[in-house]
């Protein structure tokens, strides 16, 4: 008995040494990527339009770029306008660069970016945008800036502009391990010196918005209403994404995108970035104030786009992970004969999380455990067929989407998508879905699998007749696994809106990265 007792204690011994050694082997990655904000001045077509244009656009691009070798990278970004009259043009596009050292810290950089959108039907077409651009850049350890010229090449329609464009950069890192190794618990021996693990976790917070605008003032439709520019007096339904890091224990920088599904024919969205502050903070309530500038546009009076967001609210948190949040606040455009304003007040449900490293930020305070979490980036090619639309005849519809997949279980995931047009004759239409997956298991040699996956969002914009953008679409597709992190994909199904005419079917091809990040558990 005495020696069985013996066995039983060893073997669950080295059952704990094996869980606490295998997560400091973990092999990691450190990913050096960086946050790029750029500015362009693009000139109109002022002599092939009927209408009055203001002569230049502002044009502001956010893009995160990840480095593929020491000279060649390859990312995602949006584009908005702020100033002129083009609010509500948004892009969402992909990028591919070089960049090299030319002498100390000088730096040259050249890329081209491929992406779909718009706000004029008119001057954009199909939305299909080319952005080729080359340049200087000066780089330090934690900041760069540069100066490019380049060729704004709205290439479906006449809306075509040679630039200069401006800078500024950001680096950040990120560690991963292999997306094989996603969904893997492990207790983390706080006496292990490994160095690459031992790193301060990111704190952070995704979240779902629901926001309620009461539009007020000189608030007007856009020329698509009839009548043209009424006032708006009804209230307006939004549905949001927003992302914080936490850069303080009760600072943060935020990252936030909204489109309207309720009270005017869909069109609207925002995009906006910011700081926010917890002045008041408990363990289950926090209050908090934020301010938030960017651009927003659609379906209201041509404005410039620049708007400003300043809010503020209360949060409860429910478990260590999941909370809720109340909030109100004021949305204003800045400038424009008809400035949109609006009073706002709404809810979001919250997700705290710690990410990339073993101590807890800002208190160093050593976590417990780990848990791998499996993401998966993916760039799509989506085909709508006979898409209805009002005014103007159906048509095919191709776009451009980046969609992130959220590993719950190993077959199981949460995904969000955003995809905006490219050709098809409706720039300025895109749609963001969140939905649900199940995969199954690899089969043909482990390089297969097949899923299905239902998706529901908001979509809006180049006169598809979406009603007030409200759209339901179920697909079925196959993944072929290239290796361990890279893999293709192609599915089918069927988009419809509730509320309007859509009901089309689709066809989407892709290619997906797939990576692992830490979870950490205090």
């Given amino acids: 008995m005495k020696k069985t007792v013996f066995i039983t204690l060893i073997l669950f011994a080295l059952k704990g040494v094996s869980q606490e050694s295998n997560f400091f082997t973990l092999k990691g990655k450190e990913l050096h990527n960086n946050i790029r904000l750029n500015y362009t001045l693009v000139n109109q077509p002022l002599d092939k339009v009927s209408y009055n244009l203001q002569p230049t656009m502002g ?3 956010l893009n995160y770029n990840i480095p593929l070798t020491d000279w060649l990278y390859t990312g995602a970004g949006f584009h908005t306008a702020i100033t002129g009259d083009q609010g509500g043009l948004f892009t969402l596009g992909v990028n591919l660069g070089v960049n090299f050292r030319l002498y100390k810290k000088l730096y040259f950089d050249a890329n081209i970016h491929f992406g779909g959108g718009g706000g004029y039907r008119s001057l954009v077409n199909g939305g299909g945008i080319l952005y080729p651009n080359a340049g200087l850049q000066y780089k330090s350890e934690k900041y760069s800036f540069g ?36 969904q893997k618990s492990f207790t983390v021996n706080n006496t292990d010196k490994d160095a690459f693990w031992q790193k301060p976790a ?16 000189n608030s007007r439709t856009d020329a698509s209403t009839n009548p043209r520019y009424q006032q708006i007096n009804n209230t307006l339904s939004i549905l949001g994404f927003e992302y914080q890091k936490y850069l303080t224990p ?10 309207m599904y309720g009270g005017l024919t869909a069109g609207f969205m925002d995009l906006f970035f910011g700081v926010g502050k917890n002045f008041i903070e408990t363990r289950y309530i926090n209050f908090f104030a934020k301010m938030g ?37 004021y949305h204003k455009a800045i400038g424009g004969i008809a400035s949109f304003q609006a ?24 976590v417990n455990k780990i848990r791998t979490q499996g993401i998966q980036i993916m760039v799509q090619n989506q085909t709508y067929f006979d898409v209805a639309k009002f005014g103007i005849p159906n048509s095919d519809l191709q776009l451009i989407g980046i ?120």
Avoid: C
């Fill in 147 to 182: 100066v490019q010229y380049g060729y704004v090449d709205f290439f479906t329609g006449i809306q075509k502009s040679d630039n200069v464009s401006f800078f500024v950069e950001i680096p950040t890192t990120l560690r991963t391990t292999s997306y094989a190794n996603a």
């Fill in 250 to 259: 009760n600072t943060f920088i935020y990252a936030q995108v909204d489109a």
């Fill in 343 to 366: 009073y706002t007040g709404g809810f979001s449900l919250k997700y705290y999380g710690l990410s990339g490293g073993t101590t807890t930020p800002f208190t160093q305070q050593k």
């Fill in 293 to 329: 500038i960017g651009a927003a546009g659609g379906r209201i009076y041509p404005e410039g786009g620049l708007t400003i967001y300043p809010n503020a609210g209360l949060d409860f948190k429910i478990t260590e992970k999941f909370g809720l949040s109340v909030h109100g606040g």
């Fill in 59 to 61: 044009f502001v691009g």
């Fill in 202 to 217: 990111v704190k952070s917070v995704q979240q779902v918005t629901f926001d309620y605008f009461f539009p007020f003032g």
């Fill in 403 to 522: 969609k992130l997949a959220y590993d719950i279980k190993k077959r199981i995931y949460l995904a969000g998508e955003a995809s905006f047009a490219y050709e098809g004759k409706s720039g300025g239409y895109a749609h963001g879905l969140f939905g649900l997956g199940i995969k199954s298991n690899p089969f043909f040699k482990e390089k297969v699998t097949t899923f299905v996956e239902f998706a529901a969002g908001i979509s809006g914009g180049g006169r598809v007749d979406s009603g007030e953008g409200v759209l339901l679409r179920p697909t079925v597709g196959l993944n072929y696994l290239a290796n361990k992190e890279l893999s293709f994909h192609i599915s089918g199904g069927q988009m419809w809106s509730p509320f309007g005419n859509v009901n089309a079917t689709n066809l989407t091809i892709g290619l997906a990265y797939g990576l692992s990040i830490l979870n950490s558990k205090k």
